[in-house]
């Protein structure tokens, strides 16, 4: 088993559409949870940083941990065709940081 | 501040031959990382650095793959000899211990 899984996608959605990024994750050790967007032939980029459980926001993104259930989201509302991108899901706690292998996001106008 | 700088951006290399790339990190980050990205899939961790030394290198092909990190601060990832398999995107990141990590633009090696 992975220690964090993400579905690949491709998910399609109309601008304007709320956005559900979802990861989970079998350690128990993660306390820290990210979220990076990745424009092709780019670096990925920090989106959301969150600590242990609970909720971020900031400006459209959403950030969502749930510890309990060793599962994080990501949404994004009012969806535009700029973030069309690979999001990535990434945590770490010890010495680790570990991602999944992105779930790419097509927005179409 | 400065980003995480790597060069070179694009590298096209026979199989068979040595390839390195160089990584400088965010001033003051004392965690550093090279991932291999193959198209279409995640960040795979090779190498993790605590200043200048190794703290996870368990997926790095050590028979053909090599890092340092001298004086704690920059980086260089080799590669002797290169596979047709190491055709990827290389990226350096940069951290403070269990903090998000910051990435350069990657070096995309081709090799034919």
């Known amino acids: 088993q992975k220690e964090v899984e993400q579905d690949p996608g491709p998910l399609s959605v109309p601008e304007g559409a709320i956005v559900s990024l979802n990861c989970t994750y079998s350690?128990?050790?993660?306390?820290?949870f990210m979220w990076y967007r990745q424009y092709s032939r780019k670096g990925p980029e920090l989106l959301m940083y969150t600590y242990s459980s609970g909720n971020k926001e900031d400006g459209r993104f959403t950030a969502q941990v749930d510890k309990s259930s060793k599962y994080i989201s990501l949404f994004i509302r009012d969806s535009q065709p700029s973030d069309s991108a690979t999001y990535l899901c990434a945590m770490s706690g010890g010495d680790k940081l570990i991602f999944g292998t992105g779930t790419r996001l097509q927005v179409f106008p | 501040e400065a980003g995480v700088a790597q060069s070179p951006r694009y590298k096209i290399i026979e199989k068979r031959q040595s390839v390195a790339f160089w990584c400088n990190p965010i001033s003051g980050h004392a965690t550093l990382y090279w991932y291999q990205q193959i198209l279409g899939q995640g960040p795979k961790l090779l190498i993790q650095f605590q200043n200048n030394g190794v703290v996870d290198d368990s997926q790095l092909p050590k028979d053909r793959f090599s890092a340092e990190r001298l004086k704690g601060v920059d980086s260089t990832l080799k590669i002797q000899p290169a596979k047709l398999e190491d055709s990827a995107v290389y990226l350096c990141?940069?951290?403070?211990?269990?903090?998000?990590?910051?990435f350069g633009q990657g070096t995309r090696l081709t090799v034919v």
């Open positions: 990141a940069s951290g403070r211990m269990n903090t998000e990590a910051f």
């Open positions: 350690n128990s050790a993660f306390q820290y």
